[in-house]
């Protein structure tokens, strides 16, 4: 999930899609000497310069190159997998120990130090992590699980707090019927759904090839002001692993 949702002003906005594209490449200006409110948009493509071309050129020939190297890329991965584990020592998930009803799995849990931490719900914790740091160019990220049938309010209620432009679903169709994930999201015009505080409508939706984008509005309690966010659902995704190519999911 991206948050940090540039439409979040006062009034509302008209759906995403309209005027500008919902996502572009945003970067942090650090001469400011301060975390920016908002990330500010890159006006021309980082690689028109041929010094930057010629540089990832001449990365993308080396790491080539180590590919026949198989010795050299499984000292490679032990020494990425030896310092995860090094630094997965020194941090706790004992607050999410607490809430094993509210983990899909007990070995898959958020860290005290970069949990979601709720700020209006009955308890503040929910199975999402705060990432931030992957790139200049990246925006803040939220990593969830599926949200199981009691933790849905929670789901949109961090969705809301953190003001979520666009969530990502990797859950393929064939898991929900199997009822492993529960249908969080309303997927008929003019049927919404209600989760604790927060009412979720349809407000269009568009099937391509390799996933299903809804245009979804969100509404807290009973206020006017409603805000528009992009569900994007990638129905063949496979429940273990990756795809085989980007083009074909399934």
């Known amino acids: 999930m991206l948050s940090s949702s540039p439409e979040i ?25 301060r975390r ?26 080396a790491f080539r190159g180590q590919l026949g190297d198989a010795a050299a890329l499984d000292a490679a991965w032990r020494e990425l997998q030896e310092a995860q584990e090094l630094d997965a020592r020194g941090r706790s998930i004992a607050i999410a120990r607490c809430y094993s009803l509210k983990n899909r799995h007990q070995d898959v849990m958020p860290y005290d130090g970069n949990r979601v931490v709720l700020r209006s ?68 015009r003019g049927q919404p759904v209600v989760h604790g505080a927060l009412r979720v409508a349809l407000s269009s939706v568009r099937a391509t090839e390799t996933h299903v984008e809804r245009v979804l509005s969100l509404q807290f309690r009973d206020q006017s002001l409603t805000r528009s966010l992009v569900h994007l659902h990638f129905p063949t995704w496979p429940e273990l692993g990756l795809p085989d190519s980007p083009r074909t999911p399934a």
């Not at 500010?40 to 930057?52: A, G, Q, T």
């Not at 992957?134 to 961090?158: E, H, K, N």
Request: with cysteine.
């Open 121 to 188: 719900g009955k308890d503040d914790y929910i199975n999402a992590s705060c990432v931030q740091g992957l790139s200049p160019y990246c925006p803040p990220l939220v990593a969830t699980q599926a949200p199981l049938p009691g933790t849905a309010a929670d789901f949109w209620l961090m969705v809301h707090e953190q003001k979520v432009a666009v969530i990502v679903m990797l859950v393929s169709e064939a898991e929900m019927e199997k009822q492993k994930v529960a249908r969080y999201f309303p997927t008929e």
């Open 9 to 33: 002003q006062p009034g509302g906005s008209p759906p995403p899609g309209a005027g500008q594209p919902l996502l572009q490449p945003t970067k942090v200006d650090s001469a400011e000497g």
């Open 36 to 61: 920016p409110q908002a990330l500010r948009l890159i006006e021309r493509d980082p690689y028109e310069r041929p010094e930057r071309l010629r540089r990832l050129q001449q990365e993308l020939d």
